[in-house]
């Protein structure tokens, strides 16, 4: 494959197609078995949309010179050529871009499971209320795209809705299409308490941490601190006569995290340590993003949750996401779930871009 005016690495391209056969080669010939199997049928999905691409732009170019040569030579067939020339340039400018966007650095999590945590913020009941809305919305959109859902635990509010609620979502891509939720997330909208019609302002937090396997993070028995005690609901009442209750402290970070929604202590354990990896997995990613984003801001994918990321304004049937200021005049349909992909396909597009420009800044 070779292009004098092409805009991306070609022997890169070449490099990726080499190796894309060479994986495909000993997949098929079955002297792989156990884990390298695995390891390679992993390398090989990641592969493949790459260099298949690369290879339908290797293809292009061909046909591209022969078409040049044609036009060279002159003849009757000089004329036909010049005329397919435009619309296969317009062809391999498109690949082309297509690769470049394949070819951006991938965050290694996109492919996770999901965390989900969602607390109620400033205003009260109506906060609480706001809270089990956005889970709820999560909850449809993760529906929408066959995504599974599982409850960790939750603490409801006195008059609906949630102060904390955790969840798993499990899904091809969890992570990529969710992560940009986490922050900040403001209601304004008339309670049905109010009397007088005024309109009240309200907030929830919501995290969005990647589901950490052991090979992602490695935790030290002698760092833990692990107490049991027992599972208390609503106004203290036991819930249960054994010490089923768990808290887990990571002592080096001095990062804390408790579980008691199941009636077996192993369970709790389980899920504690499930959700204090994720948590210890992030505080790491976070630290490694901000070393590389030292001399900019990254606007979409920051997670910052104390940014203020989106209002939803319900007078005025309004979703902003204010870090790209986009403003859908859909919350109805946003809030059901399914339309809140809108929302998300525009922030995954304009971090893209993010990646784009950096990569030509760099080149």
Request: proline content about 3%.
């Amino acid at each position: 494959m070779s292009e004098q005016k092409s805009s991306i690495p070609l022997e890169k391209l070449e490099r990726i197609i080499q190796r894309f056969a060479t994986v495909e080669h000993e997949l098929s010939s079955g002297g792989a078995g156990g884990d390298a199997f695995v390891k390679l049928s992993r390398e090989y999905a990641d592969l493949e949309p790459t260099a298949k691409k690369a290879m339908e732009l290797r293809k292009a170019y061909a046909e591209r010179r022969d078409l040049d040569d044609m036009v060279k030579a002159g003849g009757e067939l000089a004329d036909m050529a010049e005329a397919e020339r435009p619309v296969l340039n317009e062809n391999i400018a498109r690949m082309e871009q297509e690769l470049r966007i394949l070819l951006l650095p991938k965050d290694a999590a996109d492919d996770k499971n999901v965390i989900l945590e969602v607390r109620a913020g400033t205003g009260g009941d109506e906060a609480a209320i706001f809270a089990g809305d956005l889970f709820r919305m999560y909850q449809r959109y993760a529906a929408f795209k066959g995504w599974k859902v599982e409850l960790i635990s939750a603490s409801e509010g006195e008059h609906g809705g949630y102060k904390e609620v955790i969840a798993n979502i499990y899904g091809a891509g969890a992570f990529a299409h969710m992560k940009f939720e986490s922050g900040v997330h403001r209601v304004q909208r008339v309670p049905a308490t109010e009397t007088q019609g005024r309109i009240h302002t309200s907030a929830a937090t919501v995290a969005v941490l990647p589901e950490a396997e052991d090979v992602d993070i490695r935790i030290e028995d002698k760092d833990l601190r692990i107490d049991v005690y027992r599972s208390s609901g609503p106004g203290g009442q036991s819930v249960n006569t054994t010490d089923s209750a768990v808290r887990i402290t990571h002592l080096p970070t001095g990062l804390a995290v408790a579980q008691q929604t199941e009636k077996s202590q192993l369970k709790n354990k389980n899920a504690a340590m499930k959700l204090l990896r994720a948590r210890l997995y992030e505080m790491e990613r976070s630290r490694l993003d901000n070393e590389r984003s030292a001399t900019r801001k990254d606007q979409v994918g920051s997670g910052d949750r104390s940014e203020r990321i989106r209002t939803y304004n319900f007078p005025q049937g309004r979703c902003t996401d204010h870090r790209i200021n986009l403003t859908l005049y859909k919350l109805d349909q946003i809030i059901e779930g399914p339309a809140l992909e809108e929302m998300v396909q525009a922030l995954m597009n304009h971090h893209q871009a993010e990646l784009l420009a950096e990569a030509d800044n760099a080149a």
